[in-house]
């Protein structure tokens, strides 16, 4: 089973692009998507973040809005929430990875939002990412309920710039443009990787 690694500053388009390659026949899994199921109530991770930051937590479930609000320029309390949900994430990860192969799968694709900033990169065949200008990023995150220009700045300062995520991948996906340009440069990198794995 060929492992693609995607990833993508917010706001890039990771979410539609993982759809794209679901629709080209990839296993496809999402970081956020984990989280959600961890912060559900009575989930493991809504568990160990209540033990930690109660007030975040709201008729049995994380609100996530609330435990931004508590994490975010505090760095302490971001290592700290990161040591509980880091390693329910990564549990949930296996598990996919372990269904996938087991079905048979040709390639799966995991949407993980720091590959670069853990040095997850290593676990993957090869990495895409997905890269959008700047002033188009901006508009979609800051379109987000809730967001704000300071918590956008915020998240940002957290995660790999992304001209240095460009460098560093086997792929880049530009969102900047229409829906069916998106899609076309997403088959053909999908192209590209499965060849490149029946050449290996």
């Known amino acids: 089973m060929i492992k693609i690694g995607l990833t993508g500053s917010i706001g ?28 559900a109530k009575g989930a493991a991770g809504a568990k160990a973040v209540g033990s930690m930051f109660p007030d975040a937590i709201v008729d049995g479930a994380v609100d996530r809005r609330a435990l931004a ?6 760095a302490q309390a971001l290592q700290s929430l990161e040591e509980i949900i880091h390693p329910l994430v990564a549990a949930d990860r296996e ?11 040709a390639a ?12 997850t990169e290593k676990f993957f065949d090869a990495t895409v990412v997905v890269s959008a200008p700047a002033d188009i990023q901006r508009a979609r995150v800051l379109a987000r309920p809730g967001m704000t220009a300071e918590k956008f700045e915020a998240i940002l300062k957290l995660q790999t710039p992304d001209a240095q995520k460009r460098q560093l ?12 340009e998106t899609r076309a440069q997403v088959a053909e990198v999908y192209g590209e990787i499965l060849r490149q794995a029946t050449r290996a």
């Not at 598990?95 to 799968?105: I, K, R, T």
């Not at 991948?169 to 069916?180: F, R």
Request: proline share 1%.
């Open 169 to 180: 991948a086997d792929y880049v996906i530009d969102t900047g443009v229409t829906i069916d």
């Open 108 to 119: 799966a694709v995991l949407d993980i939002p720091l590959l670069f900033e853990n040095g």
């Open 69 to 74: 609000g508590l994490v975010l320029g505090d």
């Open 12 to 39: 890039m388009g990771k979410s539609t692009v993982l759809a794209m390659f679901s629709d080209l026949g990839a296993a496809v899994w999402n970081a956020d998507d984990a989280v959600h199921r961890l912060y």
């Open 95 to 105: 598990g996919f990875m372990d269904a996938a192969a087991h079905a048979g799968v």
